[in-house]
């Protein structure tokens, strides 16, 4: 399966009781909306979005790219086996389309990727990738023996957050490792930017369209937003429709403009 180029994200989901139903609603939005890809993680409320999102896909599990990550501290060679497994429970599969290191930690990445590997052999993984690296570390990563696998960098990128533009991400494309932008509305902390309203006004789209049609717009780039409502699912999926042109790119520039040097990779 090709990594889809959207995807519906999952953090802080099936943390409240309360919202469930709401949430479980909005997933299968999604998926019927074609945004196939689901992004969680076995930190996300200690499983309990990885449980959450197993039971929004239940009878629709062929039709769901499922995303997945190891958290750093477990990620040993034997670490990884145990957690994915975990995780395939809480998932309710017998495997996930991509599965990811958080971000480094202590365990050499070597024995990441030979638990990968294993992973891989026993069919419970399609392909693996990594988290919050930075271009020092992804240099490291691609030193070690089979490293080239790597079918993604999951990073946080979103109009106020451009600093990968100087240095992370030309790199990335030069060696085809796509890049997956997460929080790219930003948790909604840029949705009120002036400047951002004004360009959305004038497309006849929401500050949240325009700011997912900016990450989308870029080739080897996928958007992971996260939507708690079927409402806010409909909405973001149009950004998919949406082509902002060079006035509103130079608009956005202004406002949120690019890095001028290297700068440490920012996380959330
Ligand atoms: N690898 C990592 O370290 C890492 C770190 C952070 C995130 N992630 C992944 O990336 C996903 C997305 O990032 P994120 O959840 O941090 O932030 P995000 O997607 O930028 O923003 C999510 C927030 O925006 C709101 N929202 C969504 N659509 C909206 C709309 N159309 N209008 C107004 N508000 C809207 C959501 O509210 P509602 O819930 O009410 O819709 C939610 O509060 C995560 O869920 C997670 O899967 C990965």
Redesign the pocket.
């Known amino acids: 399966m090709k990594l889809p180029r959207y995807?519906?994200?999952?953090?802080?989901?099936g943390d409240e009781r309360s919202r469930r139903a709401e949430?479980l609603a909005?997933l299968r939005e999604g998926i019927a909306l074609g945004l196939a890809l689901i992004?969680?993680?076995e930190m996300?409320g200690d499983g309990r979005?990885e449980s959450l999102v197993g039971e929004a896909i239940a009878g629709m599990r062929d039709e769901v790219y499922l995303?997945t990550?190891v958290l750093p501290s477990n990620a040993s060679r034997k670490g990884v086996a145990r957690s994915c497994e975990a995780s395939l429970k809480r998932l309710g599969t017998d495997r996930v389309e991509l599965y990811?290191l958080?971000?480094s930690g202590s365990h050499p990445l070597e024995e990441t990727v030979r638990g990968f590997e294993d992973l891989l052999a026993a069919g419970k993984i399609r392909s693996w990738g990594v988290?919050?690296l930075d271009l020092p570390e992804m240099k490291q990563l691609l030193r070690v023996s089979g490293a080239s696998a790597c079918a993604t960098n999951?990073?946080?990128y979103?109009l106020s957050r451009r600093g990968i533009e100087f240095d992370l991400l030309p790199w990335s494309r030069k060696r085809r490792v796509p890049i997956?932008a997460?929080?790219?509305?930003?948790?909604?902390r840029i949705?009120g930017n002036t400047v951002l309203e004004q360009v959305a006004r004038r497309f006849g789209a929401?500050?949240?369209?325009v700011?997912l049609a900016w990450v989308l717009r870029q080739e080897g780039l996928v958007a992971?937003?996260?939507?708690?409502?079927v409402?806010?699912?409909r909405?973001?999926r149009k950004a998919l429709q949406l082509r902002l042109d060079a006035q509103a790119l130079a608009e956005l520039d202004k406002a949120f403009p690019p890095p001028r040097g290297p700068g440490p990779l920012e996380?959330?």
Not at 7 to 13: A, E, H, I, S, V
Not at 182 to 188: F, K, V
Not at 206 to 209: D, L
């Open positions: 995807g519906q994200g999952t953090w802080n989901m949430e909005a992004d969680t993680a996300y979005s995303v990550k990811l958080h971000w988290s919050n999951q990073v946080l979103n997956m997460y929080s790219p509305i930003e948790q909604g949705l929401t500050p949240a369209q700011a992971i937003p996260k939507a708690g409502t409402a806010h699912v909405e973001n996380m959330i």
